[in-house]
């Protein structure tokens, strides 16, 4: 009877979750750097510290970084997401529903993020002088 039931909920557990959900899980890390240190990084608006910095992000809910420094000019990037091939498994038992609820069915790409930071014109012409 034991066994009927670990049994029971195992099957249940597979039909009520999506693998990309299982095997990928629904957040992912990003890496942020620069060619110059401790460059302050934004994501939507909100500062995650200064580079090198890496932090843990729900899937599919990102959507861009800027990079500031004084002296330099701010560089904004948009996050772009793919399609998590792990999710076609799910499609067979609850066509990707719960992958897609949970953002779990994509991955932001590329995972690490590098930016060149242009000093900004009053910089450059200050050192010219």
């Not at 959900?21 to 990003?30: A, E, H, M, V, Y």
């Not at 990707?96 to 932001?108: H, L, N, Q, R, V």
């Amino acid at each position: 009877m034991k066994k009927l039931l670990i049994s029971a909920f195992t099957i249940a557990a597979l039909f009520l979750t999506g693998c990309a959900t299982i095997i990928s899980g629904t957040n992912q890390t990003l890496t942020f750097n620069s060619d110059v240190d401790d460059v302050e990084v934004y994501v939507d608006g909100a500062l995650i510290g200064k580079t090198p910095v890496s932090a843990s992000f729900k899937k599919n809910k990102v959507k861009s970084v800027m990079f500031k420094k004084s002296g330099y000019e701010a560089v904004t990037r948009q996050i772009t997401t793919s399609y998590d091939n792990v999710a076609l498994l799910s499609v067979f038992w609850d066509l990707s529903t719960t992958d897609m609820i949970s953002g779990a069915a994509f991955e932001y790409e590329p995972g690490a993020i590098y930016v060149q930071m242009p000093k900004t014109e009053n910089e450059e012409t200050a050192e010219e002088k």
